[in-house]
C-alpha cells in the first residue's frame, strides 16, 4: 500500500494520472517564434480512440508526436501512462516503450525484409531472442493479413501492405498506446480500405488509440471522440455522432463542409 501511494507520488501528483492513457494539461509548443500549440488540455482513457482532425497546419502532427516525445513542449504538463515526460531521458524511453507511432510515409528500413523490420526493435531494444522476436512478428503479420510477404523487401510491396507492415511493426513491441499520423493519407484510394480495417479490428481489441486521419467513415465507426484542430487549439471535441450533426463552432462547421 506505501509502496503503491509512493510510486505514484514520485511518478505523478495528479490525480487519476494512474487511471489515464494520455494527460495533457495546458500544453504550450513554440517553433521559435511560432506558437503551435496553445493550451491544450486532454485527457485520453485507456482503451479510448479518439479521432482528431482539423486543416493542414493546425498542430495535430505536432500534438500527438508530443506523446512520445519526437517534439518537445515548453509549458504544461504530458503524463503518458503515469509517467510524465520531462528532460529525463529514462522517462522519455519508458513512455516510448509503451507508445507505437504509425507515420504517413510507413518509414519502414528499405535493406532489411518484412520479417526484419518487425525483429529488430524487439531484438535489439527489448532484447529479445531472434526466435521469439520472429514468432511474435509472424503473428501480426498474419493479423494483419501478410505473413506470406514476410521474406520480401518494403519495395516489393504496396503502399496498403508496406503501411501494415508498419502497424504490424509497432505491435510486435506490444505497445499500450498507439499514435497515428494520418496512416491512409499517402496511399492509392483502392488500398486505404485495408489499412482501415486494420485499424478498426484494432480498435476492437480496445487498444488506446490517438489518430490523425480525415477519414471521418472511421471516425464514426470507431471513434469515441472527435476533436477538431485549428490554429494550435482543441476548437472542439465531441462524441462522433454530436460532431458530425451539430457542431459548436463555424470554423468546424466550415472544415467538415469541404472534407464531407
Ligand atoms: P498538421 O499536422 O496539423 O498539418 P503540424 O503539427 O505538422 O500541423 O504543423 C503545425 C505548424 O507548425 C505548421 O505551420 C508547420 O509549418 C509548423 N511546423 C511543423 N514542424 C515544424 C518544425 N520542425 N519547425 C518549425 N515549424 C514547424
Ligand atoms: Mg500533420
Not at 500500500?1 to 494512474?18: F, G, I, L, P, Y
Not at 486543416?55 to 509549458?75: A, D, F, V, W, Y
Not at 509517467?83 to 529514462?90: H, P, S, V
Not at 516489393?156 to 507492415?165: K, P
Amino acid at each position: 500500500m506505501t509502496t503503491t501511494t509512493t510510486a505514484r507520488q514520485t511518478r505523478s501528483s495528479v490525480d487519476s494520472a494512474s487511471e489515464a492513457a494520455v494527460q495533457m494539461i495546458g500544453v504550450h509548443k513554440w517553433y521559435g517564434e511560432f506558437h503551435v500549440l496553445r493550451d491544450i488540455n486532454l485527457t485520453v482513457q485507456r482503451g479510448e480512440r479518439i479521432v482528431i482532425c482539423g486543416p493542414s497546419g493546425s498542430g495535430k502532427s505536432t500534438m500527438i508526436r508530443c506523446i512520445n516525445r519526437l517534439e518537445e513542449h515548453q509549458k504544461g504538463r504530458i503524463i503518458v501512462n503515469g509517467t510524465e515526460l520531462t528532460g529525463d531521458l529514462k522517462r522519455i524511453d519508458e513512455v516510448r516503450r509503451d507508445v507505437g507511432m504509425v507515420f504517413q510515409h510507413f518509414n519502414l528500413f528499405p535493406h532489411l525484409t518484412i520479417l526484419e523490420n518487425c525483429t529488430l526493435a524487439p531484438i535489439w531494444v527489448k532484447k529479445m531472442p531472434k526466435k521469439e522476436a520472429e514468432e511474435i512478428a509472424m503473428k501480426y503479420l498474419t493479423r494483419v493479413k501478410i505473413p506470406e510477404q514476410a521474406n520480401k523487401y518494403p519495395g516489393q510491396l504496396s503502399g496498403g501492405q508496406q503501411q501494415r507492415v508498419a502497424i504490424a511493426r509497432s505491435l510486435c513491441m506490444n505497445p499500450k498506446i498507439m499514435l497515428f499520423d494520418e496512416p491512409t493519407s499517402a496511399l492509392d484510394p483502392e488500398m486505404v480500405k485495408e489499412v482501415l480495417d486494420t485499424m478498426v479490428s484494432l480498435a476492437e481489441e480496445g487498444m488506446t488509440m490517438l489518430c490523425v486521419t480525415h477519414e471521418m467513415g472511421f471516425a464514426r465507426q470507431v471513434a469515441d471522440r472527435v476533436i477538431f484542430m485549428d490554429y494550435g487549439q482543441i476548437v472542439e471535441m465531441n462524441t462522433p455522432d454530436a460532431f458530425f450533426k451539430n457542431p459548436q463552432h463555424e470554423r468546424t462547421r466550415q472544415f467538415l463542409a469541404q472534407i464531407l
